[in-house]
């Protein structure tokens, strides 16, 4: 895909937060401030794409996209000016599934669902954050955006979870963390970008989309123009057009930069 900078053909930046637009203190360094400016200036949209249930977005972003289209939950969840316009929350018999599941086969393990922006477990545990201990059957009719299994002491043999999951549902495993995170089938950042610049008439080829994580790989996939900071794991670079820098070193603002400046032949490179 190619993207050529007219006055008439705004470009739409997809733009994933941890480890990609913040740094590893999870900071917005100037030059990605600046950058982010320059792209708004231009007449340039941004739409915010992280794994982050909402109540942890706002926090973390700066003035300059406090206020863009957000997608949460690693893509199960489009939010637009504080409203929710798009749902793909887990199958609630999927849910109920693997609650019955872990009760049998791993009883020990700490398990979570993300319902309504806040987070419930099945019994205290020492995790940074707010949650609700809670009977998690009695709420799985209720529409759960994630599942979540925590491993504090280190992630356990987790191939018998992934062999009974069933097919409408899907986990993200990352080497990054420790955790699995169980979403719908159908739940990646890729189908909720396409669904919100749809409502524009848009399609995910006007889209430039930068991540590091699995959660990042069908977007970069996807988009029409995917990139991957230098600190992004191989799958998310092997799928990305090109590299830019670690999301230390500003790699958002030089991404940006290059974009402005040379548009259309990036995809070339």
């Not at 999870?26 to 792209?39: D, E, F, G, H, M």
């Not at 979540?148 to 495993?173: C, M, N, S």
């Not at 080829?205 to 990042?216: K, Q, R, T």
Request: charged letters at 20%.
């Amino acid at each position: 895909m190619f993207y050529l900078l007219t006055s008439d053909c705004a470009m739409i930046l997809a733009l994933d937060l941890d480890d990609t637009l913040l740094c590893t203190d999870k900071s917005v360094s100037p030059a990605n401030r600046a950058a982010l400016r320059r792209w708004q200036e231009h007449g340039h949209e941004v739409i915010v794409a992280t794994g982050r249930p909402p109540r942890n977005v706002a926090a973390v972003l700066p003035t300059e996209i406090l206020d863009v289209p957000r997608i949460v939950y690693n893509g199960a969840q489009a939010i637009v000016d504080g409203t929710i316009v798009y749902d793909n929350p887990i199958p609630t018999a999927d849910v109920r599934f693997m609650l019955e599941w872990t009760a049998e086969h791993v009883p020990d393990w700490y398990v979570g669902l993300e319902i309504g922006d806040q987070l419930f477990v099945n019994r205290h545990f020492a995790k940074a954050g707010p949650f609700e201990v809670a009977d998690l059957m009695s709420l799985s009719d209720l529409p759960a955006a994630k599942m979540l299994f925590f491993f504090p002491d280190g992630r356990r043999e987790i191939a018998p979870l992934l062999a009974a999951l069933p097919p409408t549902t899907r986990a993200l495993v990352t080497p990054k963390f420790s955790l699995v995170q169980l979403c719908a089938g159908s739940a990646d950042k890729a189908h909720a970008l396409a669904y919100l610049v749809g409502c524009n008439e848009r399609t995910l080829a006007d889209v430039v989309a930068i991540g590091d994580d699995i959660n990042d790989i069908e977007m970069v996939r996807c988009c029409g123009l995917g990139i991957a900071v230098e600190n992004a794991l191989p799958e998310v670079k092997a799928v990305a057009t090109w590299i830019t820098a670690d999301a230390n070193d500003d790699g958002v603002a030089l991404a940006i930069g290059r974009l402005l400046t040379t548009g259309a032949s990036l995809a070339a490179d």
